[in-house]
């Protein structure tokens, strides 16, 4: 299990120049926007524009802060919210953003397509709850305070403080009451039979 602290995290340009990104997480470690295998990542839109083109990635994007987001993907206007699903969609689509009603903050999962799969889903923590690490990788982000329970003691998570974990079978404990965005990542059964 890793840590990830929120204030580690540095803000880049993004590919297009359009905005900023702060990476989460990356493999392989290191890699740039054109050599990672699958990156996570915190981007802030604050001015409309189009999204960077990634040919050959899947990327799913799940708003995290702000009153609203319209996505033209493609043909296809989306409206999407801090309590929307995620969206799936493919690196290489026509995708241009439209606030309406001032800047958000979304999540950003992106793997290369045919060998790594990705899936978010939102958790409200109301006490207590566990999360089942199966994936690959699994990589859970605190969007309020919250608190990691195991043995040997507690870490205390702060808004955007994310946990890794690795190669699966493992379990994560959280306690309090907030927000979370579970993020697995997968290999593609299809590359593995290849």
């Given at each position: 299990?890793?840590?990830?602290?929120?204030?580690?995290?540095?803000?880049?340009?993004?590919?297009?120049?359009?905005?900023?990104?702060?990476?989460?997480?990356a493999?392989?470690?290191?890699?740039?926007?054109?050599?990672?295998?699958?990156?996570?990542?915190?981007?802030?839109?604050?001015?409309d524009g189009?999204?960077?083109?990634?040919?050959?990635?899947?990327?799913?994007?799940?708003?995290?802060?702000?009153?609203?987001?319209?996505?033209?993907?493609?043909?296809?206007?989306?409206a999407?919210?801090?309590?929307?699903?995620?969206?799936?969609?493919?690196?290489?689509?026509?995708?241009?953003a439209?606030?309406?009603?001032?800047?958000?903050?979304?999540?950003?999962?992106?793997?290369?397509?045919?060998?790594?799969?990705?899936?978010?889903?939102?958790?409200?923590?109301?006490?207590?709850?566990?999360?089942?690490?199966?994936?690959?990788?699994?990589?859970v982000?605190?969007?309020?305070?919250?608190?990691?329970?195991?043995p040997?003691g507690?870490?205390?998570?702060?808004?955007?403080?994310?946990?890794?974990?690795?190669?699966?079978?493992?379990?994560?404990?959280l306690?309090?009451?907030?927000?979370?965005?579970?993020?697995?990542?997968?290999?593609?059964?299809?590359?593995?039979?290849q």
């Amino acid at each position: 299990m890793r840590v990830l602290r929120a204030a580690d995290r540095i803000a880049t340009p993004w590919k297009n120049g359009g905005g900023v990104t702060r990476e989460v997480a990356a493999w392989p470690p290191g890699a740039d926007l054109g050599g990672f295998e699958w990156r996570i990542s915190l981007a802030e839109i604050a001015a409309d524009g189009p999204f960077s083109i990634f040919p050959g990635v899947d990327r799913v994007l799940t708003v995290i802060q702000g009153e609203g987001l319209l996505l033209t993907v493609d043909d296809r206007m989306l409206a999407l919210d801090a309590a929307s699903p995620p969206l799936d969609f493919p690196g290489e689509a026509r995708v241009a953003a439209r606030l309406t009603h001032g800047p958000i903050s979304d999540l950003n999962v992106m793997v290369r397509r045919g060998a790594w799969r990705a899936r978010t889903r939102r958790l409200t923590v109301t006490g207590a709850s566990d999360v089942a690490a199966k994936a690959r990788v699994t990589l859970v982000l605190a969007l309020d305070p919250l608190r990691i329970v195991r043995p040997g003691g507690a870490i205390d998570l702060s808004p955007l403080d994310a946990v890794v974990l690795e190669h699966g079978h493992s379990r994560l404990s959280l306690e309090g009451r907030g927000r979370t965005l579970i993020c697995e990542i997968t290999v593609d059964p299809e590359h593995i039979q290849q």
